[in-house]
């Protein structure tokens, strides 16, 4: 991770008030910090295991948008803005929702439903995921399956098909 950090520091130094800086401190963090932040998301954990009591699964977004286009800059997360409905955005807008199906210690499938349309071309994937109780797996994969009979599903890029 020194390259990663390297980075960060960079970018925290030209942008001194973007992302990166809270990105960097959570590199660095305490044991004790660290014990307090595991408190609440066990607190999370704990909250989403008794949603599951009466609901098999949580359908969302997998992004705020359509899949991200590749960059070629291998360590530079933060220099990845992207726009919604015409107002840029930082890239770790993008890991909100996935970030939420994390933190529940429970698994997620992710569906690819269909495909952008950016500016009159054929777009990225779009996708949904399936969130599912600790030990759901099968139930998020069942379901994943079920719903991509129902939409276009995965379709391999041009270069790839």
Known sequence: MPAANAALLARLIRHPRGD???ALLGT??????????HTVRNEI??????????FDIVL????????PAHHNKLIDRFGRPFDVD???R??????KWNALANVSGGPVTTIPVRRGKSRGKSGLPIGLQAMGPS???????????????????????PAFA
Do not use: C, K, N
């Open 20 to 22: 990166a800086g809270p």
């Open 28 to 37: 660095f963090q305490s044991h004790y910090r660290w014990l307090q932040a």
């Open 45 to 54: 954990r704990q909250r989403w295991f008794e949603f599951f009591q009466d």
């Open 60 to 67: 969302m977004p997998v992004t705020s948008t359509a899949a």
């Open 86 to 88: 015409g107002v840029r």
């Open 90 to 95: 930082p890239y770790w807008d993008q890991v």
């Open 135 to 157: 030990g759901g797996d099968l139930t998020t994969i069942e379901f994943a399956a079920l719903l991509g009979r129902e939409v276009d599903g995965f379709v391999p890029p």
